[in-house]
Nanobody, 123 residues
Framework: EVQLVESGGGLVQAGGSLRLSCAAS????????IGWFRQAPGKEREGVSC???????TYYADSVKGRYTLSSDNAKKVYLEMRSLRPEDTAVYYC?????????????????WGKGTLVTVSS
């Protein structure tokens, strides 16, 4: 069974840092595009950072550029390093994967989704 499981969310003060992890089971991230999305209360899900299947293109939303970093240390785990967090970063963060040649973050093109992890940034 294909699964994505996020972890690392929590409560942090503004200016702080968190590292989210996403573990894959039933498949490996090799040859998959990977994406981190978030959804704040009352808002639509938005793409935060996504990397193409060929790993030659990484997208960051303007709102997180310079503060967030998507990385991976093996075929089964990816991370989202978040620094200088702001209250407006508060959201449920989702990890996703796609077999397609996705460039950028398009939730409609992602095949697999985790259940999300909540990040709350207090002011």
């Amino acid at each position: 069974e294909v699964q994505l499981v996020e972890s690392g969310g929590g409560l942090v003060q503004a200016g702080g840092s968190l590292r989210l992890s996403c573990a894959a089971s039933g498949f490996t991230f090799d040859d998959f595009a990977i994406g981190w999305f978030r959804q704040a209360p009352g808002k639509e899900r938005e793409g935060v950072s996504c990397i193409s299947r060929s790993r030659d293109f990484t997208y960051y939303a303007d709102s997180v550029k310079g503060r967030y970093t998507l990385s991976s240390d093996n075929a089964k785990k990816v991370y989202l390093e978040m620094r200088s967090l702001r209250p407006e970063d508060t959201a449920v963060y989702y990890c996703s994967a796609s077999r397609r040649s996705v460039y950028g973050c398009d939730a409609r093109l992602m095949d697999y989704w985790g259940k999300g992890t909540l990040v709350t940034v207090s002011s």
